[in-house]
């Protein structure tokens, strides 16, 4: 999917940032929640997020935030992983909590999935997660390793190693059986 995420904002969500800026705080946004959706004759879809929901219909698992960072001039980045879990579903709700446990945003599209949880693979989820109606400056969020680099670049050059590898295993197979060797 090509297109942006764009979540709504939730009423209970915007009442607690309301009520954070009375106080003189900012309300921290310090988790990622991914679910399955409705079920809906016997498949999981997604559906269009309504502003009053107060939590996902279907919620899998909740992550903090690995990393992030202010994005001007109106949201943050926001990068949270997935740990490889039992059971394999597809990611059609993706909702953004405060550390109150207050449904901030929620996305979901009733006809297209985000991804595939899968039992053997993490899956890291990166967003840029844009609040035009928010003034950043009422928000922070929590991630506990501030650091951490893009990976993007250390996944290619592994699959490169493994794709030569591959293609150096396909090629002394056939070296082999060209001399008679069975493998």
């Keep these: ?39 809906v004759g016997g498949v999981y879809k997604g559906y269009t997020p309504a502003r009053t929901a107060t939590a996902l219909v279907g919620q899998m698992v909740r992550v903090p935030i690995l990393s992030g960072a202010r994005r001007d001039p109106a949201g943050f980045t926001v990068l949270s992983l997935l740990p490889a879990t039992p059971g394999e579903y597809p990611i059609n709700e993706v909702g953004f909590y405060l550390s109150n446990g207050t449904l901030l945003a929620l ?30 400056s ?19 050059e592994l699959l490169a190693t493994d794709a030569r590898a591959f293609v150096n295993m396909v090629n002394l197979t056939l070296k082999l059986a060209s001399l008679g060797v069975k493998v």
């Excluded at 297109?3 to 921290?28: D, K, M, R, S, Y």
């Excluded at 006809?111 to 035009?132: C, M, Q």
């Excluded at 009422?138 to 290619?156: C, E, F």
Aim: overall charge negative; hydrophobic content about 50%.
């Design 1 to 39: 999917m090509s297109e942006p995420l764009i979540p709504v904002l939730t009423n209970v969500g915007l009442a607690a940032i309301a009520n954070a800026q009375g106080t003189g705080l900012q309300a921290v946004i310090s988790e990622v929640a991914i679910g399955r959706g409705s079920l």
């Design 107 to 136: 996305w979901s599209d009733p006809n297209f999935p985000l991804a595939y949880k899968t039992p053997l693979a993490s899956v890291e989820l990166g967003f840029d997660l844009l609040l035009e109606a928010i003034p950043t």
């Design 138 to 156: 009422a928000l922070a969020i929590t991630v506990l390793m501030p650091d951490v680099p893009d990976t993007a670049g250390v996944l290619a």
